[in-house]
């Protein structure tokens, strides 16, 4: 819902008082199918990459992982590894990403877990997009995704559209970028989800320069992280820095270099509005 703050504080509640609690209760907090010393540590490593802190995050999803390999409840170890592969892949770390989403998709079909399947399975296909574009199917990614928002599996997968949206860029394919932005924020106004509205207006900026070029710009996918400019992004700190739009980076020569670009212009005013 875009309020990682609020989040992270909840859970840093939340898996003290597990820590606190006697092995009887931590046994009777898995009723909710998950270890919640396990689900409490993820989520709040998803909060902290979003305040900035990526690392602190890397260290929370470790001991995610650590506590449900320990107990070995299955469920629980393919929820960790599904929400370990998207911290990964945010991190742009997507050769990890894919060995635990892998990891996750082998657990889940030996066990029958259909929603850790399907999402592990749309998480390999992008990370192979991401990792080799020539080898990526990323027509079966936007099937999937979309029978998923029919079935009525709408929350948290707007992730997984950010994520396809980058491996599309890679591709050169802005206009099914453009398709998949606006496919993820019509799912984002029915969920109330806005924590990557900032990305999807970042993204439809650089698919729209991609589309329409002028003075020999080319966009890459590598320099998602500078073309927002100053922007404040996830996982990047924000105290003390200046949000003011730095005129470097390719946006911002492409603006320069493309007068008419009106349409990514206004995107990126929108991101600035929204922080």
Excluded at 22 to 41: E, I, K
Excluded at 140 to 167: H, K, W
Aim: overall charge positive.
């Amino acid at each position: 819902m875009g309020r990682p703050a609020e989040a992270l504080a909840r859970t840093e509640e939340a898996v003290a008082t597990f820590n606190s609690s006697d092995n009887r209760t931590r046994l009777a907090s898995r009723a909710a199918g998950q270890d919640a010393g396990v689900a409490g540590r993820a989520v709040m490593a998803w909060s902290l990459w979003f305040l900035g802190y990526p690392d602190k995050a890397t260290k929370q999803m470790a001991a995610a992982l650590e506590r449900a390999d320990e107990i070995e409840h299955p469920h629980t170890q393919a929820y960790g590894l599904y929400y370990a592969s998207i911290l990964s892949a945010l991190r742009r770390e997507f050769d990890v990403a894919g060995r635990h989403a892998k990891r996750c998709l082998s657990l889940s079909e030996q066990h029958g877990f259909a929603l850790w399947c399907n999402l592990a399975r749309i998480v390999c296909a992008i990370c192979t997009g991401l990792l080799d574009p020539a080898s990526a199917k990323l027509e079966e990614v936007r099937v999937e995704l979309g029978d998923q928002a029919r079935r009525g599996q709408r929350m948290g997968i707007t992730v997984l559209y950010a994520l396809l949206c980058r491996a599309l860029i890679g591709q050169r394919r802005p206009d099914e970028v453009l398709n998949a932005v606006e496919e993820a924020q019509k799912i984002g106004r029915v969920t109330d989800e806005g924590l990557f509205e900032a990305e999807f207006h970042r993204l439809k900026a650089q698919a729209l320069l991609i589309n329409k070029p002028r003075g020999g710009i080319v966009e890459r996918a590598d320099d998602a992280g500078a073309s927002t400019g100053g922007c404040a992004q996830p996982g990047r700190p924000i105290n003390g820095t200046s949000r003011r739009p730095r005129t470097g980076g390719p946006l911002g020569q492409a603006r320069q270099a493309w007068e008419g670009a009106r349409p990514p212009r206004s995107d990126l005013r929108l991101v600035h509005r929204g922080l």
